[in-house]
């Protein structure tokens, strides 16, 4: 299924004249300088290639299409009109070692070179042939450092093309070299025939897969999605990919389409935890992919750090998202955003983790473009909850609040991280592990008001009431509800007037009762409240025997006796629970951040009393 997809979208990009994808018999890698040879294959000077980064003025390789680069196992490999400085210059230099003469790797390159381009009789093939037969590797450090742009970085993984002198095109673009590589591509596919699982044709089945660059921590020279390099893997006598039999022209679109969508600056990746995941549509249209990544990572409100290229790009994400969830909301679709789309596309999503040489398979989804969209919609409903730095929080920020403050690896669990992106996709529960993490995080860290870090924060309390929200099906506000008869959140609410009543009375305070009291409170009210509310009249009494506390100030005594008066009475003495499961200790939690987000609006309604 995933493999039939993506074959089937590089089939759809190939056809569009508007998209760059490597056809047959070619393939992207990173190449950091290009060889400037003249006709006679003299080297006349070294030219970067490098590009900036999405961040900062680093540079990095530029993403280029070149002949097709098969994997290297192992051994001596040659590539064609391509290398590195081992290969091209007979050089290698490990760090901190002086430079090493490897002629092995130069005369393989030499003779794999030269018998591709033997019949080509083109200015660009001579100047090659020239160049490697005239390259003495003994003088060759010597004159590579007299070389106008030179610099001992191209020995540091560097690859390398050819241009010849004058020209304004790579000497692997020319149109007679081309038609000679694919003669030769096509001339040299060896393997056993049989059914591919992909087309169902009889064809040449590939041995070996081709390589996925762009995933994170993975391998830098790449992993494969389908391998096998053990005898424990063989089955039927099935020597490696043989095992999975695809195609050699399948095992090439399906390699080639995902490492399109890996690079770099690829509007189709995103990375959600360990898990970088890529999205793409059964359309050319790069409108889909915009739009699903502005939904589901939407980008922090521009600052004045950001450039203004990220401006742009921030402000063209938030009107994405405002508009398209706006009309969702309404009870249209996406096509009244942009005509370009149909909502009945269908989209996929593919998560790929890290595992050694190999790619796993995180999760991966389909469905129409439009349900897609209804989803993350939901999503953001079902967090919905006043007082966010963000319109809508993005994923990573949510899985960043389950990581432990003091743990070395400050990465989320990659197992949770998939949990989740399927709980969004499909519109089923969140995750139990992620709703107890918000929980333990806010049970067990401390405030720290002098640098306004809060354990309970927006982000955190909104994936509890998002979680209640689809557990008990029961609609949690986005603020406070006054008019609640809950029990659980109206001890939240009462929790948060007790302490805001310690806050007026001991003002400049470094600790609260929430400090001490409210991993307690939380789980075990009888244990601690009545004590709290005894403590309480210490404090009100303060509060009132202050004479600079403006007289327009509501004093938090009657809210607190209206949140008392909606609990169960014996005696007239209000009856604390014993204990509260983890759903009532979520909805504590929310009642508290409501009534503090509640109590900060009335202090600026109170400022601004004081000041009229």
């Known amino acids: 299924m995933i493999l039939q997809a993506l074959c089937k979208y590089y089939d759809i990009l190939d056809t569009d004249p508007n998209i760059d994808i490597p056809s047959q018999g070619y393939s992207n890698a990173k190449i950091s300088y290009a060889l400037n040879i003249s006709k006679e294959g003299e080297l006349k000077n070294i030219i970067s290639l490098k590009v900036k980064g999405e961040k900062g003025n680093k540079l990095f390789p530029r993403l280029m299409t070149l002949p097709f680069q098969e994997k290297r196992a192992s051994g001596i490999f040659p590539y064609f009109l391509s290398d590195n400085s081992k290969y091209v210059f007979g050089l290698v230099k490990d760090k901190n070692k002086p430079i090493e003469i490897s002629e092995k790797h130069f005369e393989s390159f030499k003779k794999y070179n030269l018998e591709i381009l033997e019949n080509v009789e083109n200015d660009e093939s001579k100047a090659v042939k020239k160049f490697l037969n005239n390259w003495d590797i003994q ?267 003091q743990s070395k690896d400050k990465k989320p669990s990659p197992l949770l991280a998939g949990r989740v992106m399927r709980s969004i996709l499909t519109g089923q529960l969140y995750p139990d592990d992620l709703y107890l993490a918000m929980i333990r995080r806010i049970r067990c860290e401390q405030d720290d008001r002098e640098k306004n870090i809060y354990s309970i924060n927006h982000t955190r309390v909104s994936v509890i009431k998002a979680y209640l929200t689809r557990k008990l099906k029961e609609v949690l506000p986005v603020s406070l509800n006054e008019d609640s008869t809950n029990v659980s959140y109206n001890l939240g609410r009462l929790f948060a007037l007790l302490e805001k009543a310690q806050e007026k009375a001991q003002q400049d305070i470094n600790s609260t009762i929430k400090d001490k009291f409210f991993a307690t409170a939380s789980a075990s009210p009888a244990a601690v409240f009545p004590a709290l509310l005894k403590l309480s009249q210490h404090h009100l009494r303060k509060i009132k025997g202050q004479s600079n506390i403006p007289y327009k100030v509501i004093w938090p005594d009657n809210e607190i006796e209206k949140v008392m008066d909606k609990l169960e009475l014996k005696d007239g003495i209000p009856v604390f629970p014993t204990t509260l499961n983890s759903e009532e200790q979520g909805i504590f939690i929310v009642g508290y951040y409501h009534q503090r987000q509640h109590l900060f609006k009335k202090k600026e309604v109170e400022k601004e009393l004081v000041e009229e």
């Open 139 to 405: 003088k060759a450090e010597e004159f590579l450092a007299s070389i106008n742009g030179y610099d001992e970085d191209i020995f540091d993984n560097s690859n390398f093309v050819f241009i010849l002198d004058g020209k304004n095109e790579f000497i692997h673009d020319n149109a007679d070299i081309k038609k000679v590589w694919i003669s030769n591509i096509e001339k040299n596919i060896e393997g056993e025939r049989g059914q591919c699982l992909i087309t169902g044709e009889d064809t040449t089945l590939a041995l070996l897969h081709g390589n996925l660059k762009g995933v994170r921590d993975a391998q830098p020279a790449g992993a494969a999605i389908v391998s096998f390099n053990i005898p424990s893997f063989i089955s039927y006598g099935k020597q490696q990919s043989y095992n999975a039999p695809v195609g050699v022209d399948s095992a090439f679109k399906y390699v080639t389409v995902l490492n399109y969508m890996l690079q770099n600056d690829s509007i189709q990746k995103i990375q959600i935890g360990d898990t970088t995941t890529v999205f793409w549509a059964e359309s050319a249209k790069s409108q889909y992919s915009e739009f699903f990544n502005a939904l589901f990572n939407p980008t922090m409100k521009s600052d004045e750090k950001k450039t203004d290229e990220e401006k742009v790009r921030d402000e063209k994400a938030e009107y994405i998202v405002k508009n398209v969830l706006s009309v969702i909301n309404q009870g249209g679709k996406i096509s009244d955003v942009n005509k370009d789309i149909d909502d009945d596309t269908d989209f996929y999503i593919l998560g790929l983790s890290p595992n050694n040489a190999r790619i796993s398979i995180r999760y991966f989804y389909k469905d129409t473009f439009g349900n897609v969209v209804d989803k993350i919609n939901q999503h953001y409903k079902d967090l919905e909850l006043e007082g966010s730095r963000f319109d809508y929080t993005p994923l990573w920020i949510i899985l960043n609040e389950t990581i432990v403050k």
